[in-house]
């Protein structure tokens, strides 16, 4: 059984920062073997690819809307994905989902339907 655990989520300014963690565990789960990302979801809106990271961290990848701004990186000592958020605008409101996708597919486009394990969400809002 695989978990991945968020944390970091609230309620910030516009311009504000915020940094999201995902903690993974699971005795067949080897995070350091495993592409990482991050996806959001605003109410009434898809899901939307916002970073990945390859399991070597060598490799980053943004979606459009938060390129510039948001940054991941990991930790494979400790298991986890971050996920730094600077620049803060209200339409970065949404619920924020740490992913592990399938092998091989991480990258600008990666879809919600390429994720093999998802975390609960945790909210951020930005208030104007």
């Known amino acids: 059984q695989v978990q991945l655990v968020e944390s970091g989520g609230g309620l910030v300014q516009a311009g504000g920062s915020l940094r999201l963690s995902c903690a993974a565990s699971g005795r067949t789960f080897s995070f350091s073997s495993y592409d990482m990302g991050w996806f959001r979801q605003a109410p009434g809106k898809e899901r939307e690819f916002a970073a990945g990271i390859r399991w070597s961290g060598d490799r980053t990848y943004y979606g459009d809307s938060v390129k510039g701004r948001f940054t991941i990186s990991r930790d494979n000592a400790k298991n986890t994905v971050y996920l730094q958020m600077n620049s803060l605008k209200p339409e970065d409101t949404a619920v924020y989902y740490c992913?592990?996708?399938?092998?091989?597919?991480?990258?600008?486009?990666?879809?919600?339907?390429?994720?093999?394990?998802w975390g609960q969400g945790t909210q951020v809002t930005v208030s104007s």
């Open positions: 992913a592990a996708p399938f092998p091989g597919r991480v990258g600008p486009h990666l879809s919600p339907n390429e994720v093999n394990y």
